[in-house]
Nanobody, 124 residues
Framework: QVQLVESGGGLVQSGDSLRLSCAVSGRTFGSYAMGWFRQAPGKEREFVAGITWSGGSTVYADSVKGRFTVSRDNAKNTMYLQMNSLKPEDTAVYYC?????????????????WGQGTQVTVSS
């Protein structure tokens, strides 16, 4: 079993930055590809960014490319999402997820484990 706990969300202004963390416990963190997803009110959950177990490959949604950076520290069993130049449309609950895969997955249904989410609110 794998447990995921997100932190770092909050209320910020447009143009500000935030860094989300996802702490992982349970089975070997390094065996899992990881992803960040978000869900805004009234909308479906969507893929934001993902990273392979080695950190050597990352994938981003077009809406965040160039503004968000996903990284991981396997020694600390933690994944991060650095979010810069935040916009009001980035407001959502952000979730981290894990899947036992050598490749980044973008489909929600591919992921086996999920965190409880952390709220990010960007005011204009």
């Amino acid at each position: 079993q794998v447990q995921l706990v997100e932190s770092g969300g909050g209320l910020v202004q447009s143009g500000d930055s935030l860094r989300l963390s996802c702490a992982v416990s349970g089975r070997t963190f390094g065996s899992y590809a990881m992803g960040w997803f978000r869900q805004a009110p009234g909308k479906e959950r969507e893929f934001v960014a993902g990273i392979t177990w080695s950190g050597g490959s990352t994938v981003y949604a077009d809406s965040v490319k160039g503004r968000f950076t996903v990284s991981r520290d396997n020694a600390k069993n933690t994944m991060y999402l650095q979010m810069n130049s935040l916009k009001p449309e980035d407001t959502a609950v952000y979730y981290c997820a894990a899947v036992r895969s050598p490749r980044v997955r973008v489909a929600i249904g591919d992921y086996d484990y999920w965190g409880q989410g952390t709220q990010v609110t960007v005011s204009s």
